[in-house]
């Protein structure tokens, strides 16, 4: 037991500081990504770190398994470079017992990995989606500058607002122009005053204009109505894009669904457990090196034998979505399934124990 905490030690350790770097990378990539488009009146600055806090969720499934890949490379590769794995050897230690260490760490975080991405996956991107759907329909005057055009596109249409002058302390915006399309239908409004209120119905903040005029007009037939009103609301359209819906689904509908694109959604979600335990397993041979080579000798090719993994199953799910291959089998199972014979090859008795004397 004592060996065997040594070693979960050596992995553990590596793991922690990866998973820390890995994560500050992503967090620090879309703190970017969200705060132009908070620049850019898109996005209320307010809801930036909630935004990226479910980003952080819904990638941990990505994250902890080459974290865990990488830790296993530079664990295990420091024991080879100070020769202490031949050491254990020469002690009587059988060469399976890493493997027998590295597979109960990859077991529980497999397990942990297989909850996110059936369970708290879904719930992250519903979360994350209701919060990009009410920043597409939020106005904040004080996110607003004067004098410049804010454009939103949606997948039924686009937006686009232009004020003249703002009165941030009365928060009140003056000389307003809007314009919404959607298809040949297009929509303009003028007024010469606009402010924001919060809607109690829909729990979203809701642009009003003032004494203003109201185009409706095609570009095939012109206009077909002007309309002048004293106070109008704008009311967002509660159109929600499929996609969004096959992130987000329950598993019960995705596991019974006609459809390849659902279907393929569920088997990643599925997937991902077993490959977190396959990718552990490849590490460990990943991890053999010589003092000559350096303790960062294989972290390369871990990289680059991780990035061919995820590109395939990538590949494997779009082929299962635009029906290439049968949804149920092999669907995206073959990647898994060609990782595992690869491993079956390693870990055979006779190439193993020829490798660990070597």
Request: charged fraction near 20%.
């Amino acid at each position: 037991m004592l060996l065997e905490r040594y070693l979960a030690r050596e992995i553990l350790k590596p793991f922690l500081g990866i998973c820390t770097i890995l994560i500050a990378m992503f967090v620090s990539f879309n703190w970017v990504r969200f705060l132009g488009r908070a620049v850019e009146a898109q996005l209320p600055s307010s809801m930036i770190l909630t935004l990226i806090i479910y980003k952080v969720i819904i990638a941990l499934e990505v994250l902890l398994p080459v974290a865990l890949l990488l830790s296993i490379v530079l664990g295990l590769g420091r024991l080879h470079l100070e020769l202490e794995m031949t050491a254990l050897s020469a002690c009587g230690v059988s060469p399976w017992k890493p493997v027998k260490v590295v597979c109960m760490f990859a077991l529980c975080l497999s397990i942990f990995v297989s909850c996110l991405s059936l369970f708290i996956r879904p719930w992250a991107y519903q979360q994350s989606y209701d919060l990009q759907d009410k920043a597409d329909t939020a106005f904040r005057i004080s996110d607003l500058e004067a004098g410049r055009f804010y454009e939103r596109k949606k997948d039924d249409g686009s937006f686009v607002l232009f004020m003249k002058d703002i009165d941030v302390k009365g928060e009140r915006m003056k000389h307003v122009f809007i314009q919404t399309e959607n298809g040949d239908k297009i929509r303009i409004l003028s007024s010469k005053e606009g402010y924001e209120r919060h809607d109690p119905a829909s729990n979203r903040i809701l642009p009003v204009l003032v004494d203003g005029y109201e185009y409706t007009l095609s570009r095939h037939e012109g206009i077909n109505r002007i309309t002048e009103f004293q106070e109008l609301t704008i009311f967002p359209s509660d159109k929600q894009s499929v996609y969004y819906t096959r992130k987000a689904s329950p598993n019960s509908r995705l596991a019974y669904s006609s459809n390849p694109k659902e279907f393929a959604e569920f088997q990643w979600r599925l997937s991902t457990g077993l490959s977190t335990l396959l990718l552990a397993l490849l590490g460990i041979p990943l991890s053999r090196a010589t003092p000559r080579q350096g303790k960062y000798a294989k972290i390369f090719v871990a990289v680059i034998a991780f990035a061919v993994y995820y590109n395939l199953g990538a590949i494997a799910m779009t082929w299962v979505e635009q029906g290439i291959v049968h949804p149920l089998f092999p669907g995206i199972w073959w990647v898994n399934g060609l990782l595992a014979i690869i491993l079956l090859i390693v870990y055979r008795p006779s190439t193993f124990m020829r490798r660990q004397r070597l």
